[in-house]
């Protein structure tokens, strides 16, 4: 009785969605697989859950509100981060990704209150951590381009003996530019070609947010004005050139202490060798004397 009381409900419910479903005149589940098949073939390497989890973003997103501060926030990091979304949408994807490991809660509070606690904290990590996603690759990329910045001005300082053509420098050193730096590169170049080059070197320090691509800015606007700032660019290479051995030696320092856990390892390893020969002679031995 139990069972068939269970199965004319589900057919009911089968019944009330096809109904909405034709009222409401939601695509059909052949259209919605062919839809995400098409996805899927433009991006191959989306899987089918991640089309899934998308579809969701993208009806949640419709129903989101972002204050004006925090959308100008994630505008900012989400142009800086390089990615084609929405503060919407961003905010839905981090929303959904939780949402489904809180879908887990009532299962697990089954099992026990504490795992069902558990479940609950690793949801909240994970809204957190997919929320900072953004911040952290714009600090990712941010680094990626200070790193690469002495290069670009031992360059500047070297090509100054024959052109003060900014955009001239700017356009020979982006071919063996790094893929961050050359993206921006690639950004600000076209905005120097169709508009005004102050501007277009303005709008680049922005995205990227640093204090030491605003120096180089600054010194590319001196030139653009047509200022004689050869010392300037002297004295800024051998500033970013002691932050560059500075970043070497805080790398150098982190790496005696990976050495130091690998070299114990190792030698926890030898000393089970021995201990295992040394037990199995000893054994041996007892066993030879009984």
């Not at 800086?80 to 979304?85: F, I, R, T």
């Amino acid at each position: 009785m139990t069972f068939l009381s269970f199965y004319i409900g589900l057919l009911l419910g089968v019944g009330c969605y096809l109904v909405l479903a034709d009222l409401l005149r939601l695509p059909s589940v052949a259209a919605t697989r062919a839809a995400r098949q098409i996805k899927r073939r433009n991006n191959p390497s989306v899987g089918m859950l991640d089309l899934w989890l998308s579809d969701l973003s993208e009806w949640l997103t419709k129903h989101l509100h972002v204050d004006a501060y925090r959308r100008a926030q994630l505008e900012v990091d989400i142009a800086s981060a390089g990615l084609n979304l929405t503060p919407e949408r961003h905010l839905a994807n981090c929303i959904v990704k939780a949402g489904i490991v809180v879908l887990l809660v009532p299962f697990a509070w089954i099992v026990s209150p504490a795992f069902a606690l558990l479940i609950a904290v690793v949801a909240v990590l994970l809204f957190v951590n997919e929320y900072r996603k953004v911040s952290v690759g714009v600090q990712k990329k941010r680094k990626a381009i200070e790193r690469e910045l002495p290069r670009l001005v031992a360059n500047i300082s070297k090509l100054l003996i024959h052109t003060r053509n900014v955009l001239e420098i700017l356009d020979r050193y982006r071919p063996g530019a790094g893929p961050e730096l050359r993206a921006e590169l690639d950004v600000t170049l076209a905005d120097m070609r169709s508009g005004n080059h102050e501007i277009a070197l303005t709008r680049m320090e922005a995205r990227i947010g640093s204090a030491m691509v605003g120096d180089v800015t600054r010194g590319l606007i001196a030139l653009i004005r047509g200022d004689r700032n050869d010392l300037y660019w002297a004295s800024l290479s051998v500033k970013l050139s002691e932050y560059g051995r500075q970043e070497l030696k805080a790398e150098a320092q982190k790496a005696p202490k990976k050495v130091h856990w690998l070299s114990s390892a190792l030698m926890a390893c030898f000393l089970l060798i021995y201990i295992e020969v040394f037990a199995v002679v000893i054994v041996s031995t007892l066993g030879n004397l009984l």
